[in-house]
């Protein structure tokens, strides 16, 4: 069992600035994926950004530049700096860990971004 703990969101203007962080606890494998996606209402669930525990990482297209994820492996925790904020970023963003045989989403966190 996994659970995923996300917080950080919130609202803020176009331009400003967010962290969002996720603690990982429970049965956690030394071989895993961990990483952000995003929703927005009408649409569906897409990759923000995900990191493996040897530290390669991929971003989707439009966070290229402006977020950054990090990860304390020792600590279970993933990290999103979301920088250059946009109206279009608006939605509840989801911690995901992807082990083996086992996909683990936490129950997400509201990000509002006013234009």
């Known amino acids: 069992q996994v659970q995923l703990a996300e917080s950080g969101g919130g609202l803020v203007q176009a331009g400003g600035s967010l962290r969002l962080s996720c603690v990982a606890s429970g049965s956690i494998s030394s071989i895993n994926v961990i990483g952000w996606y995003r929703q927005a209402p009408g649409y569906q669930r897409e990759l923000v950004a995900r990191?493996?525990?040897?530290?390669?990482?991929n971003y989707a297209d439009f966070a290229k530049g402006r977020f950054t994820i990090s990860r304390d492996i020792a600590k279970n925790i993933v990290h999103l700096q979301m920088n250059n904020l946009k109206p279009e970023d608006t939605g509840v963003y989801y911690c995901?860990?992807?082990?083996?045989?086992?996909?683990?989403w936490g129950q997400g966190t509201q990000v509002t971004v006013s234009s």
């Open positions: 990191i493996t525990n040897y530290g390669s990482i």
């Open positions: 995901n860990l992807q082990q083996v045989a086992l996909s683990s």
